[in-house]
């Protein structure tokens, strides 16, 4: 029982796709996802995001429901091809004005809009030139980012340049399994990481040279890991086999953005001799040359962390495949005895939360402030009286909490995903993260309040947790 530090961020967070709908409304152009969508077979439900919760409809009622929940910040993204159909090019002034009005709606209500240039909507034109394949995507993301930091950058104090980069490269290019549905597991993955990394450190560079005096504002990234438990805590191999994991998920961005602008150095050692080893004329892993590095060393003025779960590695052999996924030479499972969201790979674990900020502090040197930028839980049913829901955040948000008061981790806020059930990717409406209930049935979207909302609502409330609230009310 202890509370959080004044001015703590509480919030929810939402991405366009996955709530706006609108997806060709006032000229917005198609994003990739409006065209992955079309494909059969890759959405679980065959389902899509063309009205989603209508968000670009309903926005008002969105605030509202922030508003009754006491929350103090909203962390949603912006469709890059709502603002600017082509990627590059043409303003389009009523998708601008949208944005416009969602964030002159949340201020009015006291919240804070937390923006996320790019949560995985591509526009499809720039995706047709090889999207995040093509090294020109770090021009093409510096124009979108002017333009934001133009528009609305007098109003909104955070940015947020790319979300969980990583996903965008393994499932995008590695797996086919999300937009633009590549497979190249072991070297697209590496290259549309290596471009994601350069795009965002360009927005930043520009942001803090041409807009940081007259706006005085913070932009940053985030990136997501689960937590590497070592199977044997005491085993000096398994804890170098969790850092190597750790490095593998967060380090890959993380290391040059956060610290010196090249990989982790288990990353390159790994990838480089695996490569030579198959004899190729060039490592997998790209290099970035010492003007890049420069440029992205040190560029976040705070570390985004989107973390769900966690997984029990150890050391296995070396494996040549040429696979993401057996670089690292580590092996990992979930413990059967944790208990199970409505996603497969979700398992509750609150205490790798507190892992990975502590994980987080160090090796980042505790130069930077965290947000939690996503953290939530998955059922099938969507039902209202969600006692999982509330219990997953209970003991993650407390966990949270110890790694502030006890272990001194500069936490500065926190997102629940999500604001209320949505498009959930590659699987469609079928599982459902929201504090709120969306019926998808009903042409006009009705919200329902969950029982999890009263609760964070509390938790927001009392900055905490107080001794006279019962265990789960």
């Not at 929810?12 to 077979?41: C, H, L, N, P």
């Not at 198959?278 to 003007?291: A, C, D, K, M, Q």
């Not at 499972?333 to 199970?340: A, F, N, P």
């Amino acid at each position: 029982y202890d509370h959080f530090p004044d001015g703590f961020l509480w919030g929810a967070a939402t991405a366009a796709y996955q709530v706006e709908g609108g997806w060709d409304a006032d000229g917005k152009g198609e994003s990739m996802w409006d065209v992955f969508t079309r494909i059969d077979g890759k959405i679980k439900d065959g389902s899509d995001g063309t009205v989603a919760c209508d968000s670009y409809h309903k926005y008002k009622e969105d605030v509202l429901l922030l508003k009754n929940m006491n929350m103090t910040a909203y962390r949603f993204s912006i469709a890059w091809s709502r603002i600017i159909p082509d990627g590059i090019g043409e303003l389009n002034p009523l998708g601008v004005q949208y944005y416009k009005n969602l964030i002159s709606e949340l201020k009015q209500n006291g919240i804070e809009p937390v923006v996320t240039l790019y949560h995985w909507d591509l526009p499809q034109a720039l995706s047709l030139q090889g999207g995040w394949l093509n090294s020109s995507v770090a021009d093409w993301f510096e124009y979108y980012a002017r333009n934001v930091f133009q528009e609305f950058g007098d109003d909104v104090k955070k940015f947020i340049t790319l979300n969980e980069p990583k996903e965008t490269s393994i499932q995008g290019y590695g797996t086919a399994t999300m937009a633009p549905g590549l497979e190249g597991i072991g070297t697209l993955v590496y290259i549309a990481a290596h471009n994601q990394i350069r795009a965002h450190a360009r927005a930043y560079r520009l942001y803090h040279a041409e807009f940081f005096e007259s706006q005085q504002g913070a932009v940053g990234v985030t990136l997501n890991t689960n937590w590497g438990q070592p199977e044997e805590p005491d085993n000096q191999a398994h804890i170098d086999a969790s850092n190597t994991y750790m490095q593998f998920n967060y380090g890959w961005f993380g290391h040059a953005i956060f610290k010196n602008g090249t990989y982790p150095g288990i990353m390159r050692e790994l990838i480089d001799r695996k490569s030579n080893a198959s004899g190729l004329p060039e490592s997998r892993l790209p290099y970035f040359t010492l003007e890049e590095s420069e440029m992205i060393a040190g560029s976040a003025d705070f570390l985004g962390l989107n973390m769900y779960t966690s997984d029990v590695v150890y050391p296995g052999t070396e494996d040549n495949s040429g696979n993401y996924f057996l670089d690292d030479d580590v092996l990992s499972y979930q413990d059967e005895t944790w208990y199970v969201a409505g996603s497969s790979w979700l398992k509750v674990t609150p205490w790798g939360l507190r892992e990975v900020l502590n994980w987080l502090n160090k090796e980042y040197e505790g130069k930077y402030d965290i947000y939690v930028t996503e953290n939530g839980f998955s059922d099938k049913q969507g039902n209202v009286d969600d006692l999982q829901r509330i219990y997953y955040y209970k003991h993650y948000i407390n966990q949270m909490l110890r790694a502030v008061k006890e272990d001194g981790v500069p936490v500065k806020g926190y997102f629940a995903w999500s604001l209320m059930d949505n498009f959930e990717w590659g699987n469609g409406y079928t599982e459902k993260f929201g504090l709120h209930s969306v019926d998808f049935n009903d042409p006009e979207r009705p919200r329902t309040v969950k029982n999890s909302a009263k609760f964070y609502a509390k938790i927001a409330t009392e900055n905490g947790f107080v001794e006279e609230s019962g265990p789960c009310k």
